[in-house]
């Protein structure tokens, strides 16, 4: 079977394997192509808010000057499970406290509870419907 790459202007045979995808499609494509199915990423963004609430609709939850203590609560939406977010938050130049709703769940991690001064922090997780959780699975700080 050719690389999913080699099929940017084919349309799939029976049996080929296409991603699932739950963002926007690529408007530019043709129909029934596999470059209509290329993913347009949902991005929430917010410049700073004592609480986000994450929505299962968007891919990024993009914040991008925080500037008080952040309360992430639990993301809202109709989740399919295995399929996941990423959190990108970005302070205005002074730490931030962060705490989180009750469905984040570290796995073999440990979820920041601040930022860091000037740095861009994400947050990567996959919700996981047999438990009601965001498995959060990667966490990384700029440094």
């Known amino acids: 079977m050719p690389k999913l790459s080699s099929y940017a202007s084919a349309t799939p045979a029976a049996g080929d394997i296409v991603p699932l995808i739950k963002g926007g499609v690529n408007k530019n494509a ?3 192509s596999i470059a209509a199915l ?3 990423p949902n991005v929430q963004s917010v410049a700073s808010a004592a609480t986000v609430t ?3 609709d968007n ?3 993009k914040i991008t ?3 008080e203590a952040l309360a992430l609560a639990n993301p809202t939406g109709t989740a399919i499970p295995g399929l996941g977010m990423v959190i990108r938050i970005k302070d205005d130049g002074s ?3 962060i705490s989180y709703g009750s469905q984040y769940r570290e796995i073999d991690i440990v979820l920041p509870t601040s930022t860091v001064a000037g740095k861009t922090t994400y947050i990567a997780m996959i919700y996981n419907s047999d438990e009601t959780k965001w498995d959060c699975i990667s966490t990384a700080t700029e440094s």
């Open 30 to 32: 043709t129909a029934g």
């Open 38 to 40: 290329s993913r347009v």
């Open 54 to 56: 994450p929505t299962f």
């Open 59 to 61: 891919d990024l939850v």
């Open 65 to 67: 000057a925080q500037a």
């Open 95 to 97: 730490p931030r406290a």
